[in-house]
Nanobody
Framework: QVQLVESGGGLVQPGGSLRLSCAAS????????ARWYRQAPGKGRESVAT???????NYADSVKGRFTISKNNGKSTVSLQMNSLRPDDTAVYFC?????????WGQGIQVTVSS
């Protein structure tokens, strides 16, 4: 049974940092791409950062220079280090692990940036 479990969310002040982690089980993690999505109140789902199976990394323009995605195949985890957080980073963040035809999702975790 494939399972993705997210951790690390919470409340942080503007300018602060959080680190999200997504732990995968039940699949050969190194063969999959990984992506972090977020969904803010009143907005659609947004792709934040991608780390492909071959090591290609992409970021949304809104987080470039502030967020860092990493993928550890030995630990079957993908993480998102979030620095210099802004109120508009507030959202539910989802881990997505995928390789056609498969597509797996974490449960979602709340990140709130507020003073």
């Amino acid at each position: 049974q494939v399972q993705l479990v997210e951790s690390g969310g919470g409340l942080v002040q503007p300018g602060g940092s959080l680190r999200l982690s997504c732990a995968a089980s039940g699949l050969n993690f190194e063969d999959y791409h990984a992506r972090w999505y977020r969904q803010a109140p009143g907005k659609g789902r947004e792709s934040v950062a991608t780390f492909t199976a071959s090591g290609i990394i992409n970021y949304a323009d809104s987080v470039k220079g502030r967020f860092t995605i990493s993928k550890n195949n030995g630990k079957s985890t993908v993480s998102l280090q979030m620095n210099s957080l802004r109120p508009d980073d507030t959202a539910v963040y989802f881990c997505n692990v995928y390789r056609l035809p498969r597509d797996y999702w974490g449960q979602g975790i709340q990140v709130t940036v507020s003073s």
